[in-house]
């Protein structure tokens, strides 16, 4: 989680990237002399020929979180899942919000494909995943258990974001015979330990429903128009887990994990970094890496370094 949620919702806001049109008038000068229509000819032509062969490479391209995955029925609910690739399994466990999904890693598993079997689970709520009765950090931690049950595999490495990060650190302690090694990315166990010393902790509250519904409307239609659900229940839910004051878990569970951890923080994650090497010091043989000019979306904003890091962990 992160406290500038207070004020700004990390997982609605969006970077609208130029359109293919705005790139292509960039990149090409076009403040040509007025008399020069010969010129101005020539330069549409090779605009219109950038244009037609940009879109049609041929190059088949996805759609993460919506590319015809399959489903696996847990305490009843349907967990909605894609996989990607060849190898030792990878488990990618995604960060907690209504606009959450697959599609958070899809920066991320063209080239983690190309090494590993990727298998990408909605989490349970989000996504195309049916929503759980209650929800907590135990309640993941029993819905991931299980799935990588169901997935009949020997073990998988793990890498989880945010919420998926702190689910990962839970499941490398109760299931040491699945996961092999854990990447867990933008993790934090409660607000008190995770915020500055000199941010007061009772100030750091969520927004309320109703006000952030008002700025949101696209993201709430997106949600209902995947599976009947109810948003506000979700929202309620996470903020209750996130806003915890003391810890999520007790710091034993640290103590139990006897597999490789790598602790992973942006420089300018909200999370304080302390807390990052709190956790990695207290997980025996862990490591622990922070990542330049990042903030908490890490995975949008350093795909390619994040994969080389993994990459190397898990050899």
């Given at each position: 989680m992160a406290w500038r949620w207070a004020t700004v919702d990390r997982y609605v806001v969006k970077h609208a990237p130029l359109q293919k049109h705005q790139r292509y008038a960039q990149a090409w000068r076009t403040d040509f002399p007025s008399n020069n229509r010969d010129m101005k000819k020539v330069f549409r032509l090779i605009l219109v020929s950038v244009l037609w062969t940009s879109c049609n490479t041929g190059t088949k391209t996805f759609e993460y979180g919506s590319n015809n995955g399959r489903q696996v029925v847990i305490n009843g609910k349907?967990?909605?899942?894609?996989e990607y690739g060849q190898g030792t399994p990878l488990l990618l466990l995604s960060g907690g919000g209504l606009s959450r999904s697959i599609k958070d890693f899809e920066k991320c598993i063209p080239e983690l494909a190309k090494h590993y079997r990727v298998i990408?689970?909605?989490?349970?709520g989000q996504g195309r995943s049916e929503q759980p009765d209650t929800l907590s950090y135990y309640v993941l931690l029993d819905f991931m258990s299980q799935f990588?049950?169901?997935?009949?595999?020997?073990?998988?490495?793990?890498?989880?974001?945010?919420?998926?990060?702190?689910?990962?650190?839970?499941?490398?302690?109760?299931?040491?015979?699945?996961?092999k090694?854990?990447?867990?990315?933008?993790?934090?166990?409660?607000?008190?330990?995770?915020?500055?010393?000199?941010?007061?902790?009772?100030?750091?509250?969520?927004?309320?429903?109703?006000?952030?519904?008002?700025?949101?409307?696209?993201?709430?239609?997106?949600?209902?128009?995947?599976?009947?659900?109810?948003?506000?229940?979700?929202?309620n839910e996470l903020n209750k887990m996130w806003y915890q004051k003391d810890e999520y878990f007790s710091d034993s569970i640290y103590g139990r994990i006897n597999i490789p951890v790598m602790i992973v923080l942006g420089d300018r994650d909200d999370i304080i970094t302390e807390h990052g090497l709190e956790m990695h010091r207290l997980i025996k043989g862990s490591q622990f890496c922070v990542l330049p000019n990042t903030s908490h979306e890490g995975f949008a904003e350093r795909p390619d370094l994040i994969n080389k890091i993994a990459i190397d962990f898990f050899k």
């Open positions: 349907k967990i909605y899942y894609e990408a689970p909605d989490s349970p990588v049950d169901s997935l009949k595999i020997d073990s998988a490495y793990v890498m989880g974001w945010s919420d998926g990060g702190i689910t990962g650190i839970l499941l490398a302690e109760k299931r040491p015979d699945k996961v090694k854990l990447v867990a990315v933008g993790a934090n166990n409660g607000l008190r330990r995770a915020i500055p010393a000199n941010v007061p902790i009772d100030a750091v509250k969520p927004m309320p429903l109703d006000e952030w519904a008002k700025n949101n409307k696209e993201s709430i239609n997106e949600y209902m128009n995947k599976l009947p659900r109810d948003w506000k229940k979700l929202l």
